[in-house]
């Protein structure tokens, strides 16, 4: 096995003494859409804050290119092209939409690139720009997660982490924002998507892992998650017997 | 008529002083929470810096007053700003993550040793800053006369107020100051090194302190070791007043008071002065406790 463009090995993080993750891998090549799902708890989120480097792990590592991100701060993190729109969307909501993208761009030092990604973001999104002197904290959900996408795409990632984009929307706003992922990954940024929305997850995603309690239970590729019977039960809300 | 004229310019020329210090106490409390209770000695050390770089350097006839003064005040800032940022390193960045009353203690632990560093350094009797520095001409408005020193203070004060809030608005460091006042978290995410930008924020507050106490002594003529008490929690009721973590709050917080202040010692008595400026503190508590611009709780700087 060559190495990874993003890898998680055997990555453990502890909340003081409780172990929230007790030895996560995974792997996430060039261009892929690889989706984790789980149970509230399950550590879906931890292993997103400890990729963006919010929280060091206390053992195993987390490699991009081969480099090790785990010894790095999150603000290196985001120089190195990984960028996260968290989960919550934490915009900076006293700020206008215009402001909050700039923000996004802060570690871009290319103007003219700043420019011509903030364009694919209004194109991808025309809200945003019909709203670019709004305040944050004064759109709607759908529109909130959107400006959290843009936001963290105006750092020009490679890799773009979503921690739970649909949560709290509406079914046509979610299908708007599982549309526009797809759209942004074949722009060719590589999506690493935690949802609990596991069937449009898995719709959109070439793999998966499932994670339970701090662990990895299953990976495979998505087609066959969204086929397994355990997984339809537990996570897709069709039960076994139907 | 006159009478009120020049007390109004007094509180202004005095209320601007006071927002320059409320600045510090305001950005540092945006950021974290933090009263930073020893910012009021930063001010005092501006001043005695002022006062040893004028004798240092000789400057006093070398060149015009206006000049003079104006290198006093930026040399003190710089070295003032540098005290800020060892401050922060030494008594608050490891305390980042303990409790808050921690860092209180560390403030106030950070206060008591800066003012006997000062008296230690200085002696306990208060110094005289050479008059004649600035011009003591006065300048006729309307027919009243008012002293040219006053005005200048007032424009120098509200002229690194504008500065400060061109650099907070329209600078891509400034809105990184603005993420982090709003979420720290949120602000790391967007590639923003949130440990340099409070060290900023700890070199530019006592930097502006320090252009406050240079600008009390050529106004006053006469400074001590522990003014910065006095003034610090006059400043510190400013930004309270102006709504604190808030910018342009402390800015109108602190001409206010100084307003008020000398209006009540004029036309009360002058031993109220003092009792006059808290009652409004007090008042404001009550009435307005986020402050008169505070309303927008989650808008910190």
């Known amino acids: 096995m060559g190495a990874a463009f993003l890898e998680l090995r055997d990555l453990r993080v502890s909340y003081g003494r409780v172990e929230a993750l007790h030895g996560v891998s995974l792997r996430i090549e060039q261009g892929e859409i690889v989706a984790i799902l789980g149970a509230n708890g399950a550590g879906k989120t931890t292993t997103m804050a400890a990729v963006s480097g919010l929280i060091k792990p206390a053992g195993g590592g987390i490699f991009f290119d081969g480099r090790p991100l785990h010894t790095l701060h999150s603000h290196e993190v985001v120089r190195l092209g990984i960028t996260l729109a968290p989960e919550g969307r934490r915009l900076f909501g006293t700020l206008t939409v215009l402001e909050n993208m700039e923000l996004g761009a802060f570690t871009l030092k290319d103007k003219r690139r700043a420019a011509t990604i903030r364009d694919w973001i209004f194109e991808l999104f025309p809200r945003l720009a019909e709203r670019v002197e709004q305040l944050a904290g004064t759109l709607s959900g759908g529109e909130q997660q959107m400006l959290a996408i843009g936001r963290a795409l105006m750092g020009d990632p490679k890799v773009l982490l979503l921690d739970e984009p649909s949560l709290g929307l509406a079914p046509i706003p979610a299908r708007s924002i599982f549309a526009s992922v797809r759209e942004i990954n074949r722009q060719g940024v590589t999506v690493l998507l935690v949802e609990q929305n596991a069937r449009a997850a898995l719709k959109i995603a070439s793999r998966g892992y499932v994670m339970e309690v701090g662990k990895v239970v299953m990976e495979d590729r998505a087609d066959a998650l969204l086929a397994n019977t355990d997984i339809q039960s537990a996570y897709l809300g069709r039960s076994k017997t139907s | ?301």
């Open chain 2, 1 to 301: 008529m006159e009478e009120l004229f020049q007390q109004l310019t007094n509180g202004l020329a005095v209320g601007a002083i006071y927002a320059l210090i409320a600045l510090g106490y305001t950005m540092v409390y945006g950021m974290l929470r933090l009263i930073n209770f020893a910012h009021g000695d930063l001010f005092t050390l501006g001043a005695y810096l002022g006062l040893t770089l004028l004798a240092a350097f000789a400057l006093e006839g070398k060149m015009n007053g206006l000049a003079v003064g104006g290198a006093l005040i930026v040399m003190s800032m710089g070295l003032v700003a540098l005290v800020g940022y060892l401050l922060e390193r030494i008594a608050y960045r490891p305390l980042r993550n303990s409790n808050r009353l921690t860092a209180v203690v560390s403030a106030l632990g950070a206060s008591i040793f800066f003012s006997n560093a000062i008296m230690l350094a200085y002696g306990a009797r208060s110094q005289v800053y050479p008059g004649g520095i600035l011009p003591t001409t006065a300048i006729a408005f309307f027919g009243v006369e008012i002293p040219l020193m006053r005005i200048l203070m007032f424009i120098g004060a509200i002229a690194l107020m504008l500065a400060l809030y061109w650099f907070i608005h329209r600078t891509r460091i400034g809105s990184a100051i603005r993420a982090v006042a709003i979420d720290q978290g949120a602000a790391k995410l967007m590639g923003i090194n949130v440990n340099s930008v409070i060290s900023l924020v700890f070199l530019i507050g006592p930097g502006l302190g320090a252009a406050g106490g240079v600008m009390v002594g050529l106004y006053y003529g006469e400074i001590r070791y522990d003014m910065g008490f006095s003034f610090g929690l006059k400043a510190f009721t400013a930004a309270i007043l102006g709504g604190i973590g808030n910018i342009p709050g402390a800015m109108l917080g602190g001409l206010l008071l100084g307003v008020i202040e000398a209006l009540g010692a004029a036309y009360i008595s002058i031993a109220w002065k003092d009792a006059i400026a808290f009652t409004v503190l007090i008042l404001i508590l009550i009435f307005r406790p986020t402050g008169l611009l505070g309303e927008r709780v989650a808008d910190k700087l």
